[in-house]
Structure formats: structure tokens, C-alpha cells
């Protein structure tokens, strides 16, 4: 028996192949499927399951076209319904692979098909559960994702409560947890950083499992600083659902190098965002105007699928030279699949022609910090609200990025405003978006907030340390 984990930090997600005897079984795979038929050819087995924990709604899955591809099954829980080919376990439904045996246990509480696998080795013993969003270190799923669901959060929250503590928590100690999610996710609140536990230590070490813990208390808890999901979630889900175009063709569609004439027109004709991908500091220095900055060296994905509205926008892409598959697979894995192409020779081509480019303002923290009259500033911190309430600036105004686009209409175009996140890459993104609304004055700050707690700027405390 082989058990790997395939895990992807753009995502913070969690693949898994288990192998057992010449038969493989892939829970919750990526977009792109070609990576788990070529390991199985490698370990000359044959691809026989596909298992869906639920119907993720922070990334598409790969489920359609692996099992297309392999001639193998999909397996859904309880609930579930699609429009492609699909067997819907029963609970507690076996299916054996190879010499060992993955058992399907119905825990809705996620979402109401959320289904947990237990896997039984050859010896006839529970050896490790995948838990998907139900069971997380550290946290357990949000209960407010169900895609068209009369239930409330509440409703989904006490059934997240009742299935922890009938169907896993009752688990030996020594059983294995393999979740969907690690720290990053915007699946849960709280995620270790950790990508495989115990069922014992999260007990000792999960809020949400205490023994003495009561449904009311569970259902207050779990709801507590939740944030608002990011807009295509849902949309991400009902693909997952529904069905999506098949990888290859989204990928030979948008591999398309174009030249300046081609780039241009696309551009005005298609309605064609242009998405630079480049690091901060090269976009900082020239890009081209109106376009959009969210760098590959960040968390890529999830910040499209937050920030640009419309999964069917036309993408041009600015890319560094031999990523351009890599943006859009990236892409496509958060359910963008229209993107048009990309400018052959990047930004050097389009400065060689002499089109025109714009700068961004850039001032690092030191210099920010030796401004007589930084009370007076218009400062916006991007970064996320739990980390906004840890420190921040005195008298800094909150502009998280996760909520830009409604709030462009709460702030001044006229105004100058200095942009600082953590480190450095969301400000960026801030004020790539401002500046393609019209705000022309922006000043990013370089290093973020890990640089400004170094100098002597006063900060404001909200939360405070523990005294334990």
C-alpha cells in the first residue's frame, strides 16, 4: 500500500494517490491530470477511482477528466448530484481497492454531500481518514458554502458538529488525518500549517473537537470571524458540479504567443483584461497601462478568483518568458479558461516599440517613517482584517483587498495614498486595480508592514498578547 499527498501551496491544497496491489485511487485531484496518470504508469497500475470529498469551491477539480481519460469511476457521497457520469456512495459504502478497502462516511456539514474516506489496510485495520473540509489541523470547514441550500449556516454547522463527533472523532487515536486544506485556505479560519495529523493530537489540539464542547458552543465557535467567501466560490462549485472543458483545451487555446498588432487588438476588440504576472518589483518600474498586476511568486490563484468578477473575462497575459503555461494552469485551476494569449518578448517588445508605459511610486518604510507630516497621510493597509486587528498603523485607514472592488467608491481619486500590506506583493495588486479606476497618485510601500514595524512609526495594538 502507497499513500503520497500531492500538495499545492498556491492553493494550500491536498491531492492524494493511494496505491494498492496495481490499483490506484486519486481523491481530490487538480485540474490538471496528466501528473497522476503518468505516476501510475510509473508504478504500472491502473487508475480505478476517483473520490470527491464534496463539491470544492476554492479550486476546480480534476475529477471529470481523469476519470474521462482513465476510464475509472467517480465517486461522490451521499447527496450528491451531477450532470456527468458519477456513482453516489451510500454511507458507510466500501469499495476495495487492491488489497485494502476506502470507506465512504457521509459528514455533512461543510456541505451537505461532504464525504470523509476512510481507508482500511490489508490487515483489516483503520489506518487513516481523508477528510476534505470537514476536518482540518487545527480547524474544522466552514458551514456556509452549501450551493443552493434552504439549511442556514447555523442548520450546517450543528450537522458539521454531529458528524465530527459520530463519525471521526470516534476513531482510534493512532489513525491517520489527511485533509484538503493547510494555512493559506480561505476554506477555514485557522489552519495549521501542519498538512498530516493524528486523530489524537487533534483532539488535544482542535478547538472545535473538545470533548466537553456543547453543539450551542461548537455552532458559536465555528461561525465566530468568518469571513465573507470570495465571489467565485460559488462559482467554482457549480463547475465542479456541472462540468467544466476538458484541461488540453483550455491550455492550447490560451498557449498563444501574439505579436504587438494581435495583442493590441484583442485587447480593444475582445474587452481583454491584460493580467501581468511578473514580480512586483518588475511591474513597479514599467507596465503597460490600465493592466493588472497579480504575480505568480504569490498566491496566484485565489487573488484572481477574489478580484476579477467574471470567470469568462478575456485574459491577455504579460508573462515572464517559459511561464506561460504555468499562468495558465494556474488559471484555469480557479476556472478562468479565457485567456487569449500572450505578448511574445513581454514587456521588453512592447518598450522596444515604443508604447508607452507607466511607473508606480515606490518608497521603502525608513522613508515613509521620516515624514513630518505622516499623521496627515492617507495611508491604506490591504491586508486582511484578522491581521489588520493584531497591529496596525495609528490612525491608518483598513482597505483589504480581499474587498477592493467595493469599496473604490469610498476614497478620493484626487487624493494621494500610500499602500502598504505585509510584505509587499498585495500592495501591489492594490494599486495595479486603483490605478486602472482612475487613482493616479499611489505610493506603495516597500516591504510592507514587516518593515515598518522595524522602524519607529507609532502602532496601534487591538489584539493583545495572552498573559497563559
Known amino acids: 500500500m502507497k499513500i503520497e499527498q500531492l500538495y499545492t501551496g498556491c492553493l494550500a491544497q491536498g491531492a492524494y494517490y493511494i496505491e494498492s496491489n496495481g490499483e490506484v485511487a486519486i481523491i481530490d485531484p487538480l485540474r490538471e491530470t496528466q501528473q497522476y496518470i503518468d505516476k501510475a504508469k510509473s508504478e504500472n497500475a491502473t487508475i480505478k477511482y476517483v473520490f470527491e470529498t464534496h463539491f470544492h469551491a476554492d479550486f476546480v477539480s480534476g475529477h471529470v477528466d481523469l476519470a474521462?481519460?482513465?476510464?475509472?469511476?467517480?465517486?461522490?457521497?451521499?447527496?450528491?448530484?451531477?450532470?456527468?457520469?458519477?456513482?453516489?456512495?451510500?454511507?458507510?459504502?466500501?469499495?476495495?481497492?487492491?488489497?485494502?478497502?476506502?470507506?465512504?462516511?457521509?459528514?455533512p456539514g461543510h456541505t451537505l454531500e461532504s464525504t470523509t474516506y476512510?481507508?482500511?489496510?490489508?490487515?483489516?485495520?483503520?489506518?487513516?481518514?481523508?477528510?476534505?473540509?470537514?476536518?482540518?489541523?487545527?480547524?474544522?470547514?466552514?458551514?456556509?458554502?452549501a450551493i443552493k441550500s434552504d439549511l442556514s449556516k447555523e442548520d450546517l454547522a450543528a450537522m458539521l458538529y454531529d458528524s465530527l463527533r459520530t463519525k471521526i472523532m470516534c476513531l482510534d487515536d493512532n489513525v491517520i488525518v489527511y485533509p484538503a486544506h493547510g494555512a493559506g485556505s480561505a476554506c477555514g479560519k485557522n489552519l495549521s500549517k501542519e498538512t498530516v495529523g493524528t486523530i489524537g493530537g487533534q483532539k488535544k489540539s482542535n478547538y472545535?473537537?473538545?470533548?466537553?464542547?456543547?453543539?450551542?458552543?461548537?455552532?458559536k465557535e465555528v461561525l465566530e470571524g468568518i469571513p465573507t467567501p470570495p465571489q467565485y466560490f460559488a462559482k467554482n462549485a457549480m463547475l465542479n458540479k456541472n462540468g467544466y472543458d476538458a484541461f488540453e483545451q483550455v491550455l492550447q487555446k490560451g498557449d498563444i504567443p501574439l505579436n504587438l498588432e494581435e495583442f493590441d487588438r484583442l485587447a480593444k476588440h475582445e474587452n481583454a483584461l491584460i493580467l501581468d504576472v511578473r514580480t512586483p518589483s518588475e511591474y513597479i518600474i514599467g507596465h503597460i497601462p490600465n493592466s493588472i498586476f497579480i504575480g505568480l511568486n504569490g498566491a496566484f490563484a485565489p487573488w484572481v478568483g477574489a478580484l476579477i468578477i467574471d470567470l469568462k473575462q478575456?485574459?491577455?497575459l504579460i508573462v515572464p518568458e517559459g511561464k506561460s503555461i504555468e499562468a495558465i494552469t494556474r488559471l484555469s485551476r480557479v476556472g478562468y479558461d479565457n485567456t487569449l494569449g500572450y505578448l511574445s518578448?513581454?514587456?521588453?517588445?512592447?518598450?522596444?516599440?515604443?508604447?508607452?508605459?507607466?511607473?508606480?511610486?515606490?518608497?521603502?518604510?525608513?522613508?515613509?517613517?521620516?515624514?513630518?507630516n505622516l499623521e496627515t497621510l492617507s495611508i491604506l493597509d490591504v491586508r486582511k482584517d484578522g491581521e489588520f486587528k493584531s497591529s496596525?498603523?495609528?490612525?491608518?485607514?483598513?482597505?483589504?483587498?480581499?474587498?477592493?472592488?467595493?469599496?473604490l467608491n469610498d476614497i478620493s481619486p484626487n487624493n494621494t495614498y500610500y499602500i502598504h500590506c505585509a510584505g509587499g506583493y498585495r500592495s501591489v495588486i492594490a494599486a495595479s486595480i486603483l490605478k486602472a479606476n482612475g487613482f493616479k497618485n499611489i505610493v506603495d510601500i516597500a516591504g510592507g508592514f514587516n518593515a515598518l514595524k522595524e522602524t519607529d512609526v507609532p502602532l496601534t495594538n487591538l489584539i493583545c498578547p495572552s498573559t497563559k
Open 392 to 407: 496596525h498603523i495609528k490612525n491608518v485607514r483598513h482597505f483589504s483587498l480581499d474587498l477592493i472592488n467595493k469599496q
Open 345 to 372: 518578448g513581454g514587456i521588453k517588445k512592447w518598450k522596444a516599440a515604443g508604447k508607452p508605459t507607466e511607473t508606480i511610486t515606490s518608497i521603502s518604510a525608513k522613508e515613509l517613517a521620516k515624514k513630518n
Open 118 to 145: 476512510l481507508l482500511i489496510d490489508e490487515n483489516g485495520k483503520n489506518h487513516a481518514v481523508f477528510t476534505g473540509d470537514t476536518l482540518f489541523l487545527g480547524d474544522v470547514g466552514r458551514p456556509d458554502l
Open 314 to 316: 478575456p485574459i491577455l
Open 68 to 107: 474521462h481519460k482513465t476510464n475509472s469511476t467517480i465517486i461522490f457521497g451521499p447527496g450528491a448530484s451531477t450532470t456527468y457520469d458519477t456513482h453516489i456512495a451510500n454511507d458507510n459504502e466500501e469499495f476495495k481497492l487492491g488489497n485494502v478497502i476506502i470507506k465512504a462516511l457521509h459528514t
Open 208 to 219: 472545535a473537537l473538545r470533548a466537553d464542547m456543547t453543539k450551542e458552543e461548537f455552532v
